[in-house]
Nanobody, 125 residues
Framework: QVQLVESGGGWVQVGGSLRLSCTAS????????MGWFRQAQGKEREFVAA????????DYADSVKGRFTFSRANNSNTVFLQMNSLKPEDTAVYYC??????????????????WGQGTQVTVSS
């Protein structure tokens, strides 16, 4: 089993920045493909960013490309989502996800085996 814990959410004004963290614990004997998704109130969960198991490949939703950066701490399953130039439409609960078997990056919620509890990000104008 793997447990994921996110942190770093909060309230920020338009144009501000936040850095989300996600740490995997449990059966984490190697690196895994991981992703960030978000779910705004009344909407479906949507893809934000993904990283391959090696950390060598990242990909982003068009809506965040150029503003968000997904990175992994060296030789660990701690990942970060640096979010810059935040907009009101970025307001959502952000979830970290991990897949235990595939190389990644992975783009769909049902491709992931484990999920964190979510962290709220609110961007106020």
């Amino acid at each position: 089993q793997v447990q994921l814990v996110e942190s770093g959410g909060g309230w920020v004004q338009v144009g501000g920045s936040l850095r989300l963290s996600c740490t995997a614990s449990g059966r984490t004997d190697r690196s895994y493909a991981m992703g960030w998704f978000r779910q705004a109130q009344g909407k479906e969960r949507e893809f934000v960013a993904a990283i391959s198991w090696s950390g060598g490949t990242t990909d982003y939703a068009d809506s965040v490309k150029g503003r968000f950066t997904f990175s992994r701490a060296n030789n660990s399953n701690t990942v970060f989502l640096q979010m810059n130039s935040l907009k009101p439409e970025d307001t959502a609960v952000y979830y970290c996800a991990l897949d235990a078997t595939r190389v990644g990056p992975l783009y769909y919620p049902d491709e992931y085996d484990y999920w964190g509890q979510g962290t709220q990000v609110t961007v106020s104008s």
